[in-house]
């Protein structure tokens, strides 16, 4: 695969220049005489509607969704899309329900909901877990995911690829929220405009130059088997995608884990009012159910090229140097078909999307530690502007360690055809369930117990654990028959982690429920949350979009059955 040309560094470091640029300007033109935590970390105030979606997606959007969702199109089809489509939904489900607490309650990092509705034991316990799950899981497969396509495209050592995007990351974290609030509006623009100039070039491909609305007929002809959005339990990937569990069971709580309580996302709506960051919500709805056309649709169609031999991409394109398939590869070999310029341009909306998604997680890391441990456990007394330079040491921190993760564990987890995606999802997914147990039953149940969310953390983690590792103990073949034990590619029966999600979820419901009777029995007193049903109105634009968002969900499900 040929590197990059002198001509598409130049177009990189033009984009490069803007966004610098734009970032010292918004830093210098909103910054505040003092400096203020909450405005550092939460942009209190400042960041607009479009702002906060736009965010959102150039947040969320990052190496897992252009490679690795792009890589499991090419290994499971249009059926991943699942998780972006459903993610619109939750949006909406955070947006109405979840949204409206949080700010009612002054709610201004997820540990701090937890010490509010339970006690500091709880909140520490889940900060440490975040941390960890933030650098060890999120942190560092962007950055090595990212390094990775990165490298790809451009013949750049792997390793110079993971230090260059770092530095680039923590030179955008340190301006606060508000620097990445508004350099995200700019990195979302390249970030589409790149990813529709890939999907414009696969269909063109594929349909000889005769334009991608006949690219996408043939597309949809020739990989028939790649369209189909619900597995059946007949189907190689159903392990990662189990039928109906996309619809009713565990991707629900996947998403609304994410989406709802999760300080790297719902930060960007904390510091704004309730129509601003319902509006900033809606918007990144919209903009969801538009990236399987950027990530996913590539993914598919190098499928295509490579099982027609159309030309362009070679089988032998996206191997590794053992000679195993790597479907990370597939977004990378596209990208190389792109002309002089546009190769840069779609090397810059890569990289804007790694760096922004890195800058936002850096963000989340530095507000937990400083405001929920490094002021509670260790200077209570802290000024606001020593929590500032905390805030910055730890961003500088959090991307050395993950750095050094990338390094030393990159390959061994994500790399040799492995699925980056899936590798995400399945490893955060040891802890979701036991997240959004403890969250929804402290919004919408007030006898919930501080030992009952207890259970849920370190409970459902201890479940989770346990269930991966069940068939290397038990023979799981006896449920396969009740569709709960699927074989995996050795033939060894395992339960798909989707459906391990839902099992541990509601575990920790029944645990939770019981744990919280039996204490109220014996007279424990719980911490309640102002809440009232006045609180979950909505507008009526907000509901139009909403239910257009809804309308096209039915309509995606109802054509790719």
Same mark, same amino acid.
């Given at each position: 695969?040929?590197?990059?040309?002198? &001509?598409?560094?130049?177009?990189?470091?033009?984009?490069?220049?803007?966004?610098?640029? &734009?970032?010292?300007?918004?830093?210098?033109?909103?910054?505040?005489?003092?400096?203020?935590?909450?405005?550092?970390?939460?942009?209190?105030?400042?960041?607009?509607?479009? +702002?906060?979606?736009?965010?959102?997606?150039?947040?969320?959007?990052?190496?897992?969704?252009?490679?690795?969702?792009?890589?499991?199109?090419?290994?499971?089809?249009?059926? !991943?899309?699942?998780? #972006?489509?459903? +993610?619109?939904?939750?949006?909406? !489900?955070?947006?109405?329900?979840?949204?409206?607490?949080? /700010?009612?309650?002054?709610?201004?990092?997820?540990?701090?909901?937890?010490?509010?509705?339970?006690? #500091?034991?709880?909140?520490?316990?889940?900060? @440490?877990?975040?941390?960890?799950?933030?650098?060890?899981?999120?942190?560092?497969? %962007?950055?090595?995911?990212?390094?990775?396509?990165?490298?790809?495209?451009?013949?750049?050592?792997?390793? +110079?690829?993971?230090?260059?995007?770092?530095?680039?990351?923590?030179?955008?974290?340190?301006?606060?929220?508000k620097v990445i609030g508004y350099t995200d509006v700019i990195q979302v623009f390249f970030l589409i405009?790149?990813?529709?100039?890939?999907?414009?070039?696969?269909?063109?491909?594929?349909?000889?130059?005769?334009?991608?609305?006949?690219?996408?007929? @043939?597309?949809?002809?020739?990989?028939? #088997?790649?369209?189909?959005?619900?597995?059946?339990?007949?189907?190689?990937?159903?392990?990662?995608?189990?039928?109906?569990?996309?619809?009713?069971?565990?991707?629900?709580?996947?998403? /609304?884990?994410?989406?709802?309580?999760?300080?790297?996302?719902?930060?960007?709506?904390?510091?704004a009012s309730l129509p601003v960051a319902r509006a900033g919500l809606l918007f990144a709805a919209f903009?969801?159910?538009?990236?399987?056309? !950027?990530?996913?649709?590539?993914?598919?169609?190098?499928?295509?090229?490579?099982?027609?031999?159309?030309? *362009? %991409?070679?089988?032998?394109?996206? /191997?590794?140097?053992?000679?195993? #398939?790597?479907?990370?590869?597939?977004?990378?070999?596209?990208?190389?078909?792109?002309? !002089?310029?546009?190769?840069?341009?779609?090397?810059?909306?890569?990289?804007?999307?790694?760096?922004?998604?890195?800058?936002?997680? =850096?963000?989340?890391?530095?507000? %937990?530690?400083?405001?929920?441990?490094?002021?509670? =456990?260790?200077?209570?007394?802290?000024?606001?502007?020593?929590?500032?330079?905390?805030?910055?040491?730890?961003?500088?921190?959090?991307?050395?360690?993950?750095?050094?993760? $990338?390094?030393?564990?990159?390959?061994?987890?994500?790399?040799?055809?492995?699925?980056?995606?899936?590798?995400?999802?399945? &490893?955060?997914?040891?802890?979701?369930? *036991? %997240?959004?147990?403890?969250?929804?039953?402290?919004?919408?149940?007030k006898k919930t117990t501080s030992n009952a969310a207890l259970f849920a953390t370190i409970g459902g983690?201890?479940? $989770?654990?346990?269930?991966?590792?069940?068939? *290397?103990?038990?023979?799981?073949?006896?449920?396969?028959?009740?569709?709960? =034990?699927?074989?995996?590619?050795?033939?060894?029966?395992?339960?798909?982690?989707?459906?391990?999600?839902?099992?541990?979820?509601?575990?920790?419901?029944?645990?939770? &429920?019981?744990?919280?009777?039996?204490?109220?029995?014996?007279?424990?007193?719980?911490?309640? /949350?102002?809440?009232?049903?006045?609180?979950?109105?909505?507008?009526? $634009?907000?509901?139009?979009?909403?239910?257009?968002?809804?309308?096209?969900?039915?309509?995606?499900?109802?054509?790719?059955?």
């Open positions: 695969m040929s590197g990059l040309h002198k &001509y598409d560094y130049i177009v990189f470091f033009i984009y490069f220049i803007i966004v610098s640029s &734009y970032g010292f300007w918004i830093y210098y033109k909103k910054k505040t005489a003092s400096a203020d935590s909450k405005d550092y970390f939460l942009a209190e105030g400042s960041l607009t509607w479009w +702002a906060i979606g736009a965010s959102l997606i150039a947040s969320n959007i990052s190496a897992e969704q252009m490679i690795g969702m792009s890589g499991s199109g090419f290994k499971l089809g249009l059926a !991943i899309s699942a998780y #972006e489509w459903m +993610a619109s939904a939750t949006l909406i !489900i955070v947006a109405v329900f979840f949204m409206p607490v949080y /700010l009612k309650n002054k709610i201004f990092t997820m540990p701090q909901f937890l010490s509010q509705r339970y006690n #500091e034991k709880v909140a520490m316990i889940m900060a @440490v877990f975040w941390l960890m799950l933030y650098i060890v899981v999120n942190l560092m497969s %962007i950055l090595y995911l990212g390094a990775l396509a990165i490298s790809g495209i451009s013949g750049l050592d792997l390793t +110079a690829c993971i230090l260059a995007l770092a530095i680039f990351a923590i030179f955008i974290t340190l301006g606060g929220m405009l790149g990813g529709l100039v890939a999907t414009y070039l696969a269909l063109n491909l594929i349909s000889g130059g005769e334009g991608i609305i006949k690219g996408f007929g @043939v597309l949809r002809t020739g990989a028939s #088997e790649h369209f189909h959005l619900i597995f059946k339990k007949d189907n190689p990937n159903y392990m990662d995608l189990p039928g109906l569990s996309v619809l009713i069971g565990g991707m629900w709580i996947a998403n /609304l884990s994410y989406w709802g309580c999760n300080q790297y996302i719902t930060q960007r709506a904390l510091g903009l969801k159910m538009l990236m399987p056309v !950027i990530v996913v649709i590539p993914g598919i169609a190098v499928y295509y090229i490579v099982k027609e031999n159309v030309g *362009g %991409i070679k089988a032998g394109d996206l /191997l590794t140097a053992s000679g195993v #398939e790597d479907p990370n590869k597939a977004y990378p070999a596209l990208l190389g078909l792109l002309p !002089i310029g546009l190769k840069g341009l779609s090397f810059a909306a890569l990289t804007a999307a790694i760096v922004a998604s890195l800058a936002g997680k =850096a963000n989340s890391i530095a507000t %937990i530690f400083t405001l929920d441990i490094y002021k509670k =456990a260790f200077n209570p007394g802290a000024g606001e502007r020593t929590m500032v330079n905390v805030g910055k040491i730890t961003v500088v921190v959090s991307m050395l360690m993950a750095v050094v993760l $990338s390094l030393i564990v990159g390959d061994a987890l994500m790399g040799e055809g492995k699925q980056g995606f899936q590798y995400i999802q399945e &490893y955060t997914g040891f802890v979701s369930p *036991g %997240i959004f147990a403890m969250f929804i039953l402290g919004f919408f149940w983690f201890i479940v $989770s654990v346990l269930l991966k590792f069940l068939p *290397g103990w038990v023979d799981l073949s006896g449920l396969h028959e009740y569709g709960w =034990a699927i074989a995996n590619s050795t033939g060894v029966f395992e339960i798909p982690f989707m459906d391990r999600m839902l099992i541990v979820f509601a575990v920790c419901i029944l645990g939770m &429920y019981l744990i919280s009777i039996y204490e109220g029995k014996k007279g424990v007193v719980t911490n309640g /949350l102002e809440i009232d049903a006045k609180m979950f109105r909505v507008s009526t $634009s907000f509901a139009v979009g909403a239910l257009i968002i809804f309308a096209m969900i039915v309509a995606l499900y109802s054509a790719f059955w």
